[in-house]
């Protein structure tokens, strides 16, 4: 092996090693900037977009979203089904996306219960070419058997229904489903010490908003550290 490619190999060793020592070292996020300067920040694909080839960022077509949680959870919250569902829209709308209000929908759940019991019904009361419903199925704040450390887990599956038609004859069709699982932080749960069990609420449904918006979306990989 010529000297130059035997250079080459212990420069970059030498390089891997360093990354490796600076994310044990300083935390996760030098340790993504050294990884970005090594190997390029790659784009993730939106999976709505993979799935179906509609890209929503484009702005030409309208989604509403609408938040469903089980009464289990809202026990634990009873206002996250209004603040997922104005955190997710306020992301898709910083991505270009076009979206229905927040308000209205709401305000839709209310006079029906909370419920979504047949996608068409939303057909009719929105002017839009997709409707997404997203479920909450599973949402803890505390570590396990930890009551003075926070750490949120959250789980559920997101549908959404291409509207066609006009009038009486507008129904909605299934077009997507996917799923959602998250845990905030990552690495390390939270005392009770160092923040208010309220503003933990807010960054977790933070979190979860986020996590949610990117079935929509393209991002980078440096953006889920």
Request: aromatic share 8%; proline share 3%.
């Amino acid at each position: 092996m010529a000297r130059s490619h035997i250079k080459t190999l212990r420069v970059a060793t030498g390089l891997i090693c360093l990354v490796s020592l600076v994310t044990s070292l300083a935390g996760c996020s030098l340790g993504v900037m050294a990884g970005k300067m090594l190997f390029g920040d790659p784009k993730i694909d939106a999976a709505f977009t993979a799935r179906t080839g509609e890209d929503l960022t484009k702005g030409e077509k309208k989604i509403v979203l609408v938040c469903k949680t089980p009464y289990s959870v809202e026990n634990k919250m009873p206002t996250l089904r209004y603040d997922l569902n104005y955190g997710i829209v306020q992301r898709l709308k910083q991505r270009g996306i076009k979206t229905g209000s927040s308000e209205k929908v709401s305000t839709w759940l209310d006079e029906h219960g909370g419920e979504v019991r047949n996608p068409k019904e939303l057909a009719k009361e929105f002017d839009a070419d997709f409707i997404a419903i997203v479920e909450v199925h599973g949402l803890k704040f505390y570590e396990d058997n930890s009551p003075d450390m926070l750490r949120g887990n959250a789980h559920g599956n997101i549908r959404v229904f291409e509207l066609r038609g006009k009038g009486e004859d507008k129904n909605a069709f299934q077009v997507y489903a996917g799923e959602f699982s998250t845990q905030y932080p990552q690495f390390s749960p939270v005392s009770i010490h160092q923040v208010t069990e309220r503003t933990f609420q807010k960054q977790f449904v933070d979190h979860i908003s986020i996590n949610i918006a990117r079935h929509f979306h393209d991002y980078r990989n440096s953006e889920t550290m």
